[in-house]
């Protein structure tokens, strides 16, 4: 019985050695299972069609345990440095109301990513790689004026060096607030600022610096378009850090982009009409100062010049804070216009119905007609009145009888009337005295009142025509008054205008060479 039992508890001993050694060797061949199943897993191995695509293996090699949501360095005191780079391909629109600029830039940046490194040759001297922006990290790097969203494709790519050096480049359509001085419209030149910076990021670890020599940057030109209204100038670059807090400091990258209007459109469109219009103001004084069509004419000017104005109201700029130059230019025109019809109707108000104007006064005639014309060396016009001074024979030989000097057929009648005159003009005296001076009988005449009358009407006459001279010389004085103004004021307004026009014309070449 001890023996059975002995000898079950050797074979049990036996059996259970030699499942302890079965179960050993079948780990054991376990284990080396396992250690195949990885090395079959490990990155840089592929199976099935992608066994021999070198890019598939890279990309999985690159990929495998890497963390996007990480700053790319092994010692976080190191920064990431980070050379950005802008190329100006086009002025889309520049927004005077609204102070908007929008622009179609390429921008490219480039930074150092410490994990995405291998050796070229272990994957067939493969020494840039594409890979998907989103599955790697990159720079939280904005644009502080943006205030909208361009239209900018998408690039879903970034390149990889095997050094680790990640180049994203992409264009953009940046729309930006800008500071538009719109004085010098249209020989503008405007500067506006692009400021690139990490929004969350310290300098401590990400830090910006040009890609380029500020020189380069300054002078390239070689993919704007340089055909629109703008002319791009340069491109001027300022390195910044500075600080909110006094705690955290930032570094920024400021462009400042430099354009310039091309002012064509606007000067055969705008300046050019409107001095056409002033010249036929000026040439418009050439009319005669009596004549009527000189206000009609500067009239029809005004009202030309309004609806011009009303025309180009929409071509110019218009902000809250300012208003061009050129503006003031049309505003000063329109007065000028006004001013010159002012003074037409004046001259005209001088010169019309003189015979109903008192004389001059000795102080304005002073002024006007002998100061003036020797400081101004205006000369007087000579035939100004001629028309005036003739007087017609007849009434010229009713002026002569009315002074007894015209010859009568019957010398007892002229020298009657001689006489007659003569006392009516002494205050007394009668017709009886007069014969009895001539040594003359009284004459019988059955009707002595028709003499008296008619010696009445010849008196009449006479007071009429001497009235009538005084008018003609009242409104010969007013002529000549009109006149010196008249040219005066011309020289007045001529010397205004080309004074402005010098100035306007002198600034606007100065800002379109500077």
């Avoid at 976080?76 to 179609?104: G, P």
């Avoid at 009609?296 to 005004?302: H, M, Q």
Wanted: negative net charge; contains cysteine; charged residues 20%.
């Amino acid at each position: 019985m001890d023996l059975v039992e002995g000898y079950g508890g050797y074979v049990s001993e036996a059996s259970r050695g030699l499942s302890s050694e079965r179960q050993e060797g079948f780990q054991v061949k376990r284990h080396h299972e396992s250690l195949i199943s990885v090395d079959l897993k490990k990155p840089g191995s592929s199976t099935g069609r992608f066994a021999n695509a070198t890019l598939v293996r890279l990309s999985e090699f690159l990929s495998a345990g890497y963390k996007k949501g990480v700053r790319p360095v092994k010692d976080w005191r190191t920064s990431t440095f980070v050379a950005i780079d802008l190329m100006v391909y086009a002025i889309l629109n520049v927004d005077e109301k609204n102070q908007v600029l929008t622009t179609y830039v390429w921008y490219r940046q480039s930074w150092t990513d410490e994990f995405l490194v291998w050796n070229p040759e272990d994957f067939d001297e493969v020494k840039q790689l594409s890979l998907p922006t989103a599955n790697v990290w990159v720079p939280d790097i904005l644009i502080n004026e943006f205030v909208d969203v361009g239209k900018s494709p998408d690039i879903p790519y970034v390149y990889v060096t095997h050094d680790g050096l990640v180049r994203n480049y992409k264009p953009i359509q940046v729309v930006t607030a800008c500071t538009l001085n719109i004085y010098n419209f249209p020989f503008d030149v405007q500067k506006c600022s692009l400021t690139f910076q990490s929004w969350l990021h310290t300098i401590d670890d990400i830090n910006i610096t040009l890609m380029r020599s500020p020189e380069e940057l300054r002078e390239d030109k070689s993919v704007f378009m340089n055909q629109g209204e703008w002319e791009l100038l340069h491109i001027l670059s300022n390195y910044k850090i500075f600080s909110v807090d006094n705690d955290d400091y930032y570094a920024e990258m400021k462009f400042h982009v430099v354009i310039r209007r091309r002012p064509l459109f606007y000067t055969v469109n705008l300046l050019l009409p409107s001095m056409f219009l002033m010249v036929m103001d000026i040439v418009g004084f050439y009319l005669p100062p009596d004549s009527g069509e000189r206000v009609s004419f500067k009239i029809t000017l005004l009202l030309g010049y309004s609806v011009f104005l009303i025309i180009v109201s929409d071509t110019l700029p218009a902000t809250a804070i300012g208003t061009p130059l050129i503006g003031v230019y049309f505003v000063v025109c329109m007065a000028l216009l006004v001013i010159s019809l002012t003074e037409t109707v004046l001259i005209v108000r001088l010169v019309h119905k003189q015979d109903l104007q008192p004389p001059v006064p000795p102080w304005l005639k002073y002024l006007i007609l002998e100061l003036a014309p020797v400081l101004f060396c205006i000369h007087r016009k000579p035939r100004l009145c001629s028309n005036l001074t003739s007087q017609p024979p007849d009434l010229e030989l009713y002026k002569e009888s009315s002074y007894g000097t015209a010859q009568c057929p019957l010398h007892h009648t002229c020298e009657l009337g001689r006489r007659r005159s003569h006392l009516d003009r002494e205050g007394g005296g009668s017709l009886e005295g007069v014969l009895l001076g001539l040594g003359r009988p009284l004459p019988r005449d059955p009707t002595p009142p028709v003499m008296d009358n008619i010696l009445q009407e010849v008196t009449a006459i006479r007071h009429f025509l001497e009235k009538r001279d005084r008018c003609r010389e009242v409104a010969k004085e007013w002529l000549q008054v009109g006149y010196v103004l008249d040219v005066l004021l011309f020289r007045v307004y001529l010397v205004a205008v080309v004074a402005y026009s010098i100035t306007l014309g002198t600034l606007w070449s100065v800002w379109q060479v500077a």
